[in-house]
T-cell receptor, first 117, second 114 residues
Framework: DGGITQSPKYLFRKEGQNVTLSCEQNLNHDAMYWYRQDPGQGLRLIYY???????QKGDIAEGYSVSREKKESFPLTVTSAQKNPTAFYLC????????????????FGAGTRLSVL | QQPVQSPQAVILREGEDAVINCSSS?????VHWYRQKHGEAPVFLMILLKGGEQKGHEKISASFNEKKQQSSLYLTASQLSYSGTYFC???????????????FGQGTILTVHP
């Protein structure tokens, strides 16, 4: 059963603590993405990766870090430098075919809700 | 630059129709439409590629006007299950690292009442 798995579903962060959100996919997609969603807002891109061992900053990368050591996995670390981390975090994956006639559809995981203690 | 969606919110009675618009200030390669229920992940509805095509999915269809850099989502004979927030995501293909990368609008809240 192919899909994207995010864990944990809920996460609490203490002051000054780094926390890591997990994202795993078995869709054989090359590209993976992390988004942040605040209440009543759209999705803002944090980081994305189109191939293993490479990733690019999105629109709001400050205070976050990622790694892409395996095709299936794209963990996101929310560092202590992120002063307002409370949000709903969504991971997505897609193909990256430049000549794909069907386009590169992004599929989302169920999300992680991060709160500050 | 974030695409602009309009309207911000729509309230319908079951069976009524609605149109949601998505406009971009940059040339579009594709437009993706998603629906998100409260507290859940966005669910893909449809994708429209450069070429001005119109696509349909049950009673939900969409158009893509490449010249105007706009897309519209049409919901006909709405059902209670259509309630949620609708997002458009735009792909611009400006360079080597932009393939598949989407920029999302702020969302349109659709509420369908019995």
């Amino acid at each position: 059963d192919g899909g994207i798995t995010q864990s944990p579903k809920y996460l609490f962060r203490k002051e000054g603590q780094n926390v890591t959100l997990s994202c795993e996919q078995n869709l054989n997609h090359d590209a993976m993405y992390w988004y942040r969603q605040d209440p009543g807002q759209g999705l803002r891109l944090i980081y994305y990766s189109q191939i293993v061992n490479d990733f690019q900053k999105g629109d709001i990368a400050e205070g976050y870090s990622v790694s892409r050591e395996k095709k299936e996995s794209f963990p996101l670390t929310v560092t202590s430098a992120q002063k307002n981390p409370t949000a709903f975090y969504l991971c997505a994956s897609s193909t990256t075919g430049r000549t794909s006639g069907r386009g590169n559809i992004q599929y989302f995981g169920a999300g992680t809700r991060l709160s500050v203690l | 630059q974030q695409p602009v969606q309009s309207p911000q919110a729509v309230i319908l009675r079951e069976g009524e129709d609605a149109v949601i618009n998505c406009s971009s200030s940059k040339a579009l390669y594709s437009v993706h439409w998603y629906r998100q229920k409260h507290g859940e992940a966005p669910v893909f509805l449809m994708i429209l590629l450069k070429g001005g095509e119109q696509k349909g999915h049950e009673k939900i269809s969409a158009s893509f006007n490449e010249k105007k850099q706009q897309s519209s989502l049409y919901l006909t004979a709405s059902q209670l299950s259509y309630s949620g927030t609708y997002f458009c995501g735009t792909e611009h293909r400006a360079g080597g690292t932009s393939y598949g990368k989407l920029t999302f609008g702020q969302g349109t809240i659709l509420t369908v009442h019995p």
